[in-house]
């Protein structure tokens, strides 16, 4: 539809005046030199709001309003950001440009549930300028990001700091991570014991095996003293004075290298490499049991457990069947079973309501080859049961005891948690937390994809931040 509008044109008599002809104007109708309708430019900005370029364009063309999605996007980025209103209680978070690489920060007003702000980038700086603007803030719940507590103490030093509970268990897990990573070598579930009959004949043992394992057990012991012996340089280095760096420059060392050692206090043992087991052992039972009912062709047996969901190849299942030929499918207890340190972690500090049969029944498995897991789990506990207190007394008690327990993880936390003191303590006094800034990271990231990652930062603020329509036309998202 097409609008032609009669209107007054005036002539200037002024000669000084650079403009002669003056054009009446229609402010309540469209704007100067507009191709479209205020209202319907403010229809196709809040359809780019809520779709956004191309999808809006689709959905204006249904609504007969032809537009293109350049044109979409243009009007939505044209909109003014809302002009925020006094806020008390701010919530701060960061969030990805690219996950691992660059991130953002997003500002949430906790009593209205809301976005107020989005910065392209994550810095105490940045942080500071814009809580400098807002001087009546009281309240900044964040998580225990350094950037954040700088920027927080330089922009509002009248502000309470709060750290997120969440992010506290969080913390927890990590540093219960690091010290099971320590003895990841007790991280090793007991086998089922299972009632195997006597073997008529026993396997002979080759010697050319046992030679070339004595071969691969002395290169390890060559490596594992190698590595030794340039451990004691760097700490004889380090306590005749010489920093990190000399260390660095005198031994051809990187820098990281020598700083974990040194932290770390004793010689770090290698790890011993993990190998996940074949997708054949799934099906050893079923292959065992037709072998012994005399089926020996490996392309039939592999045809068969393809049908019970095997989806390698016919190879792996030839090289699992190759030594039966010769000595028979072994009927040994099932093989030990690892857990990683992180997995460990999760069980240690889970909630003891929240944990289920199964997942007690590993945790106990656990604490049987690693007795350590039965202390970390009593540490984890009442932490916990800390921070449900209704003030700080027994936080405060935990961190006092956990300076000087045998975990250095745990040491190394409890002394970062009296570094922030005045956070921790008010994440159990008060109720603030940031779990509605998560839910608006979710919803950030959705719109992200929405658009393909591939919005700037003008954009993406437009669309994150929340609609404000002008109140002649009354429109409502």
Known sequence: MQICATVSRFRCRNPSCPRRIFCERLPEVAKPYDRQTARTSEIVSIVGYIAGGLPGQRLLARLSISTSDDTVLRRLKQRSAPDVQRVQNVGVDDWAWRKHQTYGTIFVDLDLHRVIGLLPDRSS?????????????ATVSRDRCGLYAEGASIGAPQAQQVADRFHLILNLSAAMERVLEERSRELVLPPVKEEVPPTPEPVPVCETTSEDTLIACSRSELRRQRRLDRYNEVIAL??????????????GMERKTIRRWLRRGQFPERKPAHRPPSRVTEFTEYLQQRWTEGCHNASRLYREICQKGYNGKRSMVAKFVADWRSKGPSKRASSSEKISPKH????????ADKMTAEQQTLLERITVQCPDVYDLRNIALAFRSAMKAENAGPLLDWIRKAKHCEFGGVVRFAYGLQKDISAVTAAVELKWSTGQVEGQINRLKMIKRQMYGRAGFSLLRARVLPYTPPLSFGLTP
């Open 344 to 351: 460990a972690a999760i069980l240690v500090t889970r909630a």
């Open 238 to 251: 380090f306590v005749a004075g010489h920093s990190q760096a000399a260390i660095s420059r005198m031994l």
């Open 125 to 137: 700086e940045t942080m500071a300028n814009w809580l400098r603007r807002h001087p009546e803030v």
